[in-house]
């Protein structure tokens, strides 16, 4: 599975983005699709996942009530609506992909980077 991130850019605090990520390669409808996002000096960290048929969805606890995931099988797309923006969002988000029977994910994007302004 080959990923394309997108979407990343300048925002100021309280504004919005909508990151995608296009996947090629195998189907894409059979696996768990998640966000994840590298802040500079910090470690990745977990920030949104959700299942092919989009009925299992997690968020990390920092961005409940602001990010939304969703996916559009048909288009082998994921995306991330981020309302609310924060600078501490600052950071490089990737998308990944992962088999629903494994907890590590497999194949990841190249990342799109994201500044909040204040």
């Known amino acids: 599975v080959q990923l394309q991130a997108s979407g990343g850019g300048l925002a100021q605090a309280g504004g919005s983005l909508r990151l995608s990520c296009a996947a090629s390669g195998r189907t894409f409808s059979a696996y768990v699709m998640g966000w994840h996002r590298q802040a500079p000096g910090k470690e990745r960290e977990f920030v949104a996942a959700i299942t092919w048929s989009g009925s299992n969805i997690s968020y990390a606890d920092s961005v409940k009530g602001r990010f939304t995931i969703s996916r559009d099988n048909a288009k082998n797309t994921v995306y991330l609506r981020m309302n609310n923006l924060k600078p501490e969002d600052t950071a490089v988000y990737y998308c990944?992909?992962?088999?629903?029977?494994?907890?590590?994910?497999?194949?990841w994007g190249q990342g799109t980077l994201v500044t909040v302004s204040s």
């Open positions: 990944a992909a992962r088999s629903i029977k494994v907890s590590e994910y497999t194949y």
